[in-house]
Structure formats: C-alpha cells, structure tokens
C-alpha cells in the first residue's frame, strides 16, 4: 500500500452501515489492523474484565460507554507492534472528545489520518440489516440470514464452525437508542473532520463488493 494509505483511516457511520464488514476486508486485502471498539468491549465482557462490567451496562442499553475509557483502550491498541503497519479504525472515535484524544496520541507518534471514510446509509433499512446479522463463534466471519446466508445451513463458508453468535444489542428496541446516540454524540465529528478536508462519503447501501471497491478508490489502492 501506498505511504499515504499507511496513515490511520476511520470508518464512520451508524450501527449496522458496514464498517466491521469493510474492515474485515481491507484487513486481509492490505494487512492493515483493524481496531474495533465494539469487538474489544465484547472481548473484554466475554472474559469478565473490570473493563468488561463497566461498558457492559452501556452496550445493552445501546449507549455509549464513558469517553475515558475508550480512550484508554485505544492508547492500548495504539501501542501493539502490529499498529505499526497500519491500522482502520472502527467505531472510534464516536464522539468530538474521541475524536480530539485521538489526533493527540497520533500526533505524539508522528502519525496523521489518512482518510474519514463516512458509510452514508438509509436508516429504514438499518433495522433489517441488523436484526438478521451473525457471526461465526470460531472464526468471526459475518453473516446475514437474507444478504448473506451460509451456502450451508448452520456451517460457516469459511471454517466449517457450527455455532453463531448474534449480539444482543441487535435488535429493534436498542438500536433505536443506539441511532439517537450516533445522531447526538457521533454525527458532530463529521464536520470536525469536513473543514479538514479528508472527510469521504461512499453509498453504504450498495453491495458489499460495491462499497470495497468505492473504499479501495478513495485510498487511492485501484
Ligand atoms: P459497535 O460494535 O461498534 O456497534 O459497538 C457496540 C457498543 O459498544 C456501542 O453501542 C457502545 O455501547 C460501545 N462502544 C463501542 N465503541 C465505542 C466508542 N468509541 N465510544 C463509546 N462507546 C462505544
């Protein structure tokens, strides 16, 4: 990849736009690392860290977990070796005070973004996207009962694992709060990172290939 694509990128959007999926897949095109919050905070409740007790009564409601402790977490992942070949960013920084702590740890390590990738999408269809969506329990790969079913029922297309996991946070009840919370705390980073000039917007309601391939242009890789 190109220096530039090197620089961290973000991707933004509400809760069920993509932004795993696309980073799973630029992940594994580029070797880049991808940091989720999300998938750290559920890590962290699945071993029943301090970590995990504290965010878990915020993911539940759909709320967002306290600003300094996903800070923390992210100085955390900032700090892995791997980082250093690059790394996406999905699901931080969510709110302008994220958003600030972050260009301040990246400034101390010499880094700047690369790019805001925004996932606009149309949020009568959030719902539906979220509440079919799974995992596989062995090797994360995700799922959707009607876009993207496993060619076998109940096997996973890539490891052959039988179990899956379905958030509990995806469902209609909490994915209302979780909209209301990316409207009031996240969508106010987006002209934070506009008047900086590397704000991009791509379709997020186009195919999954579609997207990746609006995402690989914007990085500049096609
Ligand atoms: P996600 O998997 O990105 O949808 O995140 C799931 C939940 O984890 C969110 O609804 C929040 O409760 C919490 N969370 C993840 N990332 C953040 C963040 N950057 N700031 C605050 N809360 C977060």
């Keep these: 990849m190109t220096a530039q694509a090197a ?6 959007g509400p809760p069920g736009a993509g932004k795993g999926t696309q980073a799973r897949l630029l992940e594994e095109k580029h070797g880049l690392i ?3 919050t999300g998938d750290l905070l559920r890590a962290a409740v699945k071993e029943g860290s301090a970590l995990g007790r504290e965010a878990k009564t915020y993911m ?14 992210i100085a955390d992942g900032l700090q892995k070796p791997e980082a250093r070949r690059g790394f996406i960013l999905d ?30 999408v149309d949020e009568e269809a959030l719902i539906t996207r979220i509440t079919g ?8 790969e995700g799922y959707h009962d009607s876009f993207k079913p496993t060619a076998k029922p109940g096997v996973c297309d890539k490891c052959g694992g039988t179990s899956f996991i379905r958030r509990p946070d995806d469902n ?4 209302k709060t ?28 186009a195919g999954v290939d579609a997207v990746a391939l609006q995402i690989e242009k914007v990085l500049g890789a096609v």
Excluded: W
């Design 7 to 12: 620089n961290p990128i973000i991707l933004l």
């Design 34 to 36: 991808q940091l989720s």
């Design 60 to 73: 539940e409601a759909g709320k967002l977990a306290p600003d300094d402790l996903m800070i923390r977490m």
């Design 91 to 120: 699901g931080f920084p969510r709110t302008v005070a994220q958003a600030a702590a972050l260009d301040a740890m990246l400034e101390q390590k010499g880094l700047s973004l690369g790019h805001v990738i925004v996932m606009a």
């Design 133 to 140: 969506r799974m995992t596989c329990a062995k090797c994360g």
């Design 172 to 175: 209609a009840e909490t994915m």
């Design 178 to 205: 979780r909209l209301a919370a990316y409207h009031a705390q996240t969508a106010p980073i987006i002209p934070y990172y506009e008047k900086r000039g590397i704000l991009r917007r791509v379709d997020g309601m």
